[in-house]
Nanobody, 124 residues
């Protein structure tokens, strides 16, 4: 069974930074793509960023491009989301997901497993 555990969320002022981590256990991490999604209260779930197995093809939602960076450490079975220049509209629960294949994917249906999420709150 693949297990994903996120950490690094918290409360930050607008303009600040946070770094989220997602540790994966129970799967062949280095062979699969990974993604980050978020869901704010009263809003639809939203794709944030994704990365392929070899980390040479990151992909970002337009809303975070230039501010967020996704990366991975295959030796540590960990994917990261560095979030800079945070805005109040970035407030959401962020969760990572383990893909069904090795590429990057924009839709949650392309992921086989997901974590419980970590809360990110950006104050104005």
């Amino acid at each position: 069974q693949v297990r994903l555990v996120e950490s690094g969320g918290g409360l930050v002022q607008a303009g600040g930074s946070l770094r989220l981590s997602c540790v994966v256990s129970g799967g062949t991490f280095s062979s699969y793509g990974m993604g980050w999604f978020r869901q704010a209260p009263g809003k639809d779930r939203e794709f944030v960023a994704a990365i392929n197995w070899s980390a040479d093809s990151p992909y970002y939602a337009d809303s975070v491009k230039g501010r967020f960076t996704i990366s991975r450490d295959n030796a540590q079975n960990t994917v990261y989301l560095q979030m800079n220049s945070l805005k109040p509209e970035d407030t959401a629960i962020y969760f990572c997901a383990f893909a069904r294949g090795g590429s990057y994917y924009l839709f949650l249906e392309s992921y086989a497993y997901r974590g419980q999420g970590t809360q990110v709150t950006v104050s104005s």
